[in-house]
């Protein structure tokens, strides 16, 4: 392996001499760039959700002290949810990684970068490239996720490299290709005040996206807010009509409403037959969606059922449908989003203002993951197994075209099946922590304490996942480096470095470049030497493809525009106009992305969930969002003293009165919550925001999922978080 060689700043691209790995302070890495006055303001994308908000942050003596929500940002209008307002707060944790940590003592980069090289290599020189694998995140930023993804597959030869993207838009991903030929969510967010008819479902943004609720706010259409949602959820109690529906009988209620749609007239024909094909078909399909069965799976009544469908057909064309992780997270995610999709298009709801079958996304970059990781597609969207699209990439990224693999990563659940089975050996997460966010929590660990090598590649060493590495390689969190994000709907903004990262920790752009030359691959890599290069290179990657964005000129302009939203083409990009391309949705033409331009109906017969209720587990579990305060695992969140002070102090169990009253369990009362696989205790909320033999727990609790049952949707692969049978004890 060879030593890291001197080389100039302009060779390297930043401050990457061979000293860096023992003294990376000494070269000011992380510092604000020159460019920023001392006492300046500049902006960013917020690194939090995917609704990519816009802030301002507010330098005194080059050192960014504050934010403010950015007024001109076209996202958010000046408006921030508490998250946003503390983004720069939790940088300054006790237990940000600051050193690599070698089996749980500090080591030097060299002495790191040595044993990540000498393991990995190890394990795939004895055991092949199927022997290796990285899980990476929504949460950085794509120029990163695509070096990540080209390093471990042209540069390592690894085959298998997932994400946590997984867990969030795996669903969406494959319905969308599906069902348009493209993963192409359609809509901007000027739709959410467009709108007549307004319909969320298993979403709930007033918390998990309060943003998004502050532009459904500024509808003056006087819109009909409709809520599927098993719990009456804070969306739910502002909206104009709920249907608290049996869980996971979505699908079954999506068929009905079409069943309705069709019966009453409600179908825009000219559209279907000019622009889809399948319909025929799912009208067969759906003869057997009759109210009266519909009323008994669902629990909604018919006449209840009759108005929505009503709601649906009075409203056109104004109608949005609008979902997220009650939809993605299921064991028939994929048909039941693509029953939504349905709805949309039978009504020619799509491509028109305030209309759309439109998938809100989770995590900050998981649009940048679903084009750029290099998973289970090819950079920009691409196939593996197509020969024309690895040339073409080889094309564009200068990498020889064998060495581009000729077939797409196993997904999440089936490489930690792989590593169970002894066949997966190593595993290397960048920015995530699915010790804690992984379903059926107890088994994932079992399963990475089989591993001969866990690398965690994060901001802090103290996560859940980290604890059980090898090796903790310090990384830089947001604000502390550059890069871009894509937003939901489809809004590519940048973010600048505007601190340094503490102690010895790297952005991950910079540690992905020392491991290609520690590895020796870094020739393969030379023009892989600033976040904006790769941006170019991942820019040609998109060419021709519907997410095409070479026609934008670089950082300054996404900076300069508020963001631009995919696709923007060569030439669109010289009648560019910002005050005219605010927001965009696709399809205006009603062409899709299909061969033969037309969108597809597809559907499915619907199914139980794996795991059912019985006498000793006789409540469903449902676990989601806490608070807008809380994210994820709260590796940042619960950083955060102000934020603290907006969740709850203990585990809260949302419980019916009913359920309640037949457990003698009043409010306040430690309980047990057991499934089959594990226990925690609660203190219980009596509550009818949950419906009798339902309970709801936040997902934000590192216990929570030790109870989840892993099933996981057949096309997708997406884990089903939201039906899982327990019981309550006092």
Excluded at 292 to 315: D, M, N, P, W
Excluded at 392 to 400: E, H, N, Q, S
């Amino acid at each position: 392996m060879k030593k890291l060689p001197a080389m100039t700043l302009r060779e390297w691209g930043g401050p990457l001499t061979a000293d860096l790995v023992r003294e990376p302070a000494k070269f000011g890495l992380g510092q604000v760039p020159a460019h920023l006055l001392p006492d300046a303001t500049t902006k960013a994308i917020c690194g939090f959700c995917s609704t990519g908000c816009g802030l301002k942050i507010h330098l005194k003596d080059g050192v960014a002290v504050n934010l403010t929500p950015d007024p001109d940002y076209p996202v958010n209008l000046g408006t921030a949810c508490p998250k946003g307002w503390e983004a720069l707060s939790v940088l300054d944790a006790p237990d940000r990684a600051r050193m690599p940590l070698l089996h749980g003592k500090e080591v030097d980069w060299d002495t790191a970068l040595r044993y990540f090289c000498d393991q990995m290599r190890r394990i795939l020189d004895q055991h092949g490239p199927e022997a290796a694998a990285y899980l990476s995140t929504g949460q950085i930023m794509f120029e990163e996720m695509g070096f990540l993804g080209a390093l471990a597959k042209f540069g390592m030869g690894m085959i298998h490299g997932d994400g946590n993207t997984r867990q969030c838009m795996a669903t969406a991903v494959a319905a969308y290709k599906e069902s348009f030929g493209f993963d192409a969510p359609p809509f901007a967010y000027s739709d959410f005040e467009e709108s007549d008819v307004l319909i969320f479902i298993g979403a709930n943004p007033c918390i998990a996206h309060p943003i998004m609720w502050q532009r459904v706010l500024r509808n003056k259409r006087q819109p009909e807010i409709i809520v599927v949602d098993p719990r009456t959820t804070e969306t739910a109690m502002a909206a104009t009509q709920h249907y608290a529906i049996k869980p996971k009988s979505d699908l079954v209620l999506l068929y009905g409403l079409a069943h309705l749609i069709i019966r009453d007239g409600g179908v825009d024909t000219a559209f279907v037959e000019e622009h889809t094909t399948g319909f025929d078909e799912f009208v067969l399909f759906l003869t057997e969606f009759h109210p009266k069965r519909v009323a008994e799976e669902t629990g909604i009544s018919v006449h209840r059922l009759l108005h929505f469908a009503q709601s649906i057909i009075q409203g056109t064309p104004r109608v949005s449908f609008w979902w997220t992780m009650g939809v993605n997270q299921s064991h028939q995610a994929t048909r039941t989003a693509q029953a939504i999709i349905n709805l949309a298009l039978m009504t020619g709801n799509i491509g028109k203002p305030g209309t759309g079958a439109n998938s809100i996304t989770g995590q900050c970059n998981a649009m940048g993951s679903r084009l750029f990781s290099n998973t289970t597609n090819l950079l920009g969207g691409h196939d593996f197994r197509n020969p024309r699209h690895r040339e073409k990439v080889a094309a564009a990224t200068g990498i020889p075209v064998e060495r581009i693999p000729d077939r797409p990563s196993l997904a999440y659940d089936q490489i930690l099946k792989a590593a169970d089975e002894g066949t997966v050996k190593a595993i290397w997460f960048v920015a995530t922590n699915p010790s804690h966010s992984w379903i059926d929590q107890n088994e994932i660990n079992r399963i990475l304490d089989k591993l001969d090598f866990v690398v965690v590649q994060d901001m802090y060493c103290s996560t859940e996942t980290a604890k059980r590495a090898h090796l903790v390689l310090p990384a830089a969190g947001w604000g502390e480096k550059e890069g871009c994000f894509i937003n939901s709907e489809r809004r590519i903004g940048y973010s600048p470095k505007v601190r340094r990262a503490p102690g010895q920790a790297l952005a991950d752009f910079h540690i992905f470049r020392l491991i290609a030359h520690y590895w020796g691959c870094e020739d393969l890599f030379r023009g892989w030497s600033s976040p904006e290069a790769v941006f170019r290179i991942l820019q040609r990657c998109t060419e021709d493809q519907p997410c095409d964005i070479t026609g934008i000129s670089g950082h300054e302009m996404l900076q300069k525009s508020g963001g631009v939203q995919w696709p923007l083409t060569r030439a669109e990009s010289s009648k560019f106009e910002v005050s005219s391309w605010k927001e965009r949705r696709l399809f205006e033409d009603g062409k899709f992305y299909t061969p033969d331009k037309r969108a597809k109906f597809v559907f499915d017969a619907p199914e139980a969930a794996p795991e059912q209720r019985s006498d000793d587990y006789p409540l469903i579990l449902i676990t989601g969002r806490g608070t807008s305060a809380q994210w994820h695992t709260e590796t940042r969140t619960g950083k955060s003293a102000v934020l603290a002070k907006m969740m709850p102090q203990e585990l809260m169990l949302d419980l019916n009165p009913q359920d309640a009253g037949r457990l003698s369990i009043r409010d306040g009362m430690k309980v047990r919550v057991i499934s089959k696989r594990a226990e925690l205790t609660a203190q219980a909320r009596v509550t009818n925001c949950v419906s009798p033999g339902e309970v709801f727990l936040p997902m934000h609790d590192s216990r929570v999922n030790q109870l989840t049952h892993a099933s996981y949707d057949p096309h997708s692969r997406q884990p089903s978080y939201k039906h899982s049978a327990v019981r309550v004890e006092k």
